[in-house]
T-cell receptor, first 113, second 117 residues
Framework: EADIYQTPRYLVIGTGKKITLECSQTMGHDKMYWYQQDPGMELHLIHYSYGVNSTEKGDLSSESTVSRIRTEHFPLTLESARPSHTSQYLC????????????FGPGTRLLVL | AQKVTQAQTEISVVEKEDVTLDCVYETRDTTYYLFWYKQPPSGELVFLIRRNSFDEQNEISGRYSWNFQKSTSSFNFTITASQVVDSAVYFCALSEILTGGGNKLTFGTGTQLKVEL
């Protein structure tokens, strides 16, 4: 059973605000990921991390940034939210071995007005 | 580039019917992994199964079964005696090994399954 948490679950915010979406996992996984999913659409990888102090950009260009200071924590930040950032953001983690299962958090639904 | 195709956008069945969700994939890798995830209306992605490219044995877990055929690049998912609680979006995904280790999942566009009474 996965133990990965995301807060907030829902966020409505005005344009121009800075926001941080939190993601934490208690499984000791080295790899963590952020995906973006628009309603009824497929998931796209926007950031991933191999471990502490490692961050990489994914396939989908994103104005968000991430950090990995602790193994269990992988927050995503938007410096200035815009309506185009409205989406669901899903965090996942996996062990380091190739092909390992990614376990997902409950997601954060973001609405930028 | 890797690709996953789920041609069925939406399927509606009546409870207790069997239903098969199709998944076709493309990859040049000889070693790869396939996954199915369930996304209920609450939004989280629930892991259902992982299968590596060297294991073509079909798998059954309760009412769920999976048919992996390398010859046709398919990894289909069957729910037997469907229930209302099975209503969700189901995603098939293919693992691509990233430089430096770990994997990236390429997802299909999902199949919305609606099970009605």
């Amino acid at each position: 059973e996965a133990d990965i948490y995301q807060t907030p679950r829902y966020l409505v915010i005005g344009t121009g605000k800075k926001i941080t979406l939190e993601c934490s996992q208690t499984m000791g996984h080295d790899k963590m990921y952020w995906y973006q999913q628009d309603p009824g659409m497929e998931l796209h990888l926007i950031h991933y991390s191999y471990g502490v102090n490692s961050t990489e950009k994914g396939d989908l260009s994103s104005e968000s940034t991430v950090s990995r200071i602790r193994t269990e924590h992988f927050p995503l930040t938007l410096e200035s939210a815009r309506p185009s950032h409205t989406s669901q953001y899903l965090c996942a983690s996996s062990e380091y071995s190739p092909g390992e299962t990614q376990y997902f958090g409950p997601g954060t639904r973001l609405l930028v007005l | 580039a890797q690709k996953v195709t789920q041609a069925q956008t939406e399927i509606s069945v009546v409870e207790k019917e069997d239903v098969t969700l199709d998944c076709v994939y493309e990859t040049r890798d000889t070693t790869y992994y396939l996954f199915w995830y369930k996304q209920p209306p609450s939004g989280e992605l629930v892991f259902l199964i992982r299968r590596n490219s060297f294991d073509e044995q079909n798998e059954i877990s309760g009412r769920y079964s999976w048919n992996f055929q390398k010859s046709t690049s398919s990894f289909n998912f069957t729910i037997t005696a469907s229930q209302v609680v099975d209503s969700a979006v189901y995603f098939c995904a293919l693992s691509e090994i990233l430089t430096g280790g770990g994997n990236k999942l390429t997802f299909g566009t999902g199949t919305q399954l609606k099970v009605e009474l």
